[in-house]
């Protein structure tokens, strides 16, 4: 099983011609709401590709968390432990795709910033039960810490997607991740290596104590290098027509780790992943792009 500890957030998505600059104003098109947050996004996406999932996030009592555990409902995932705070807003991301599906998005926190590590320890039975935890940053950094010490404890294996991208990474969290899942920004930032391939940054983060890596290239697909190994494995996903990058790197982590946690290799992880997230750009939104196995392009 695949337990998801992070952040869910609505989208509030409009699509422009023209990024605005500062100070000025452009016009989009209609406002479309949608469940989203790099946690939930994850979930959704091991969810609906089969794996049993659950998803322990922070929402507010308010229509945007109806939507967000509406969202996780139709994906299929456990939602036991998707905590609903009286009073508080759910989490957003402000989304703007321009014109070549590349997006610049800004996230209010919300009830994201009050998932505890108190909330952890209270799922710890939850945490140690599953074969994988996946995390990422979008959370308070403490919550991420207990997750990964109950992780560590029980011997549940760790994916950490380091997004939002910190300076730097701590060296905790980075000797958990089995793999460290990086965009190729957060390679760059995190690795340190200004000049470099993929490969050499996924190198250096090994060697920086990660006990493996994948990086991904967007339409270049992925590189896998697992520990002791010094070459990667490239792993190139099928040619799509992007319409909307939103939450292409969570549907591809969701996808990884749900396969982690049913024996499968990393590679053969990632050659999954990479369909995934694929098919994910073909459509618009996060959640709402994501694919079946009966969906998935080859
Ligand atoms: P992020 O979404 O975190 O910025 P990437 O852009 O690397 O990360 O995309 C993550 C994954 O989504 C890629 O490894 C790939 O599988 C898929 N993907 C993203 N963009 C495209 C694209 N244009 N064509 C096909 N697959 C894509």
């Not at 599953?130 to 995390?135: D, G, I, K």
């Not at 780790?257 to 459509?283: I, K, N, Q, W």
Request: net charge negative; no cysteine; charged share 20%.
């Amino acid at each position: 099983d695949v337990l998801v500890v992070g952040s869910a957030n609505a989208d509030l998505t409009v699509r422009v011609e023209r990024r605005p600059g500062a100070g000025e104003t452009v016009l989009g098109t209609d406002l479309v709401e949608s469940a989203g947050g790099k946690g939930a996004n994850q979930a959704a996406a091991a969810a609906r590709l089969g794996a049993r999932t659950a998803l322990l996030a922070k929402v507010g009592d308010d229509a945007f968390g109806t939507l967000l555990l509406d969202g996780q409902r139709e994906a299929g995932t456990e939602l036991r432990h998707v905590l609903v705070e009286k009073g508080a807003r759910t989490g957003t991301a402000m989304i703007v795709v321009g014109p070549d599906g590349d997006n610049s998005i800004v996230v209010s926190p919300g009830a994201n910033a009050r998932l505890s590590p108190a909330d952890v320890t209270a799922a710890r039975e939850v945490v140690a039960a599953s074969a994988v935890l996946s995390l990422q940053l979008e959370i308070p950094p403490a919550t991420v810490r207990a997750a990964v010490a109950v992780a560590r404890e029980a011997g549940t294996r760790v994916v950490l997607n380091p997004s939002p991208t910190p300076e730097s990474l701590d060296p905790e969290l980075l000797a958990a991740a089995d793999p460290l899942v990086v965009n190729e920004h957060e390679a760059k930032q995190l690795s340190g290596l200004a000049d470099g391939t993929p490969a050499d940054r996924a190198r250096a983060l090994l060697g920086r104590g990660a006990r493996s890596v994948v990086v991904t290239l967007g339409g270049e697909g992925a590189l896998a290098l697992a520990a002791g190994e010094s070459e990667p494995t490239a792993v190139r996903g099928p040619q799509v027509r992007a319409v909307d990058t939103t939450g292409a790197g969570d549907a591809f982590t969701g996808a990884l780790a749900g396969r982690l946690a049913r024996g499968s290799s990393l590679v053969e992880a990632v050659r999954l992943a990479v369909r995934v997230g694929a098919a994910s750009v073909t459509r618009p939104g996060a959640q709402p792009s994501y694919p079946t196995m009966d969906e998935l392009p080859d």
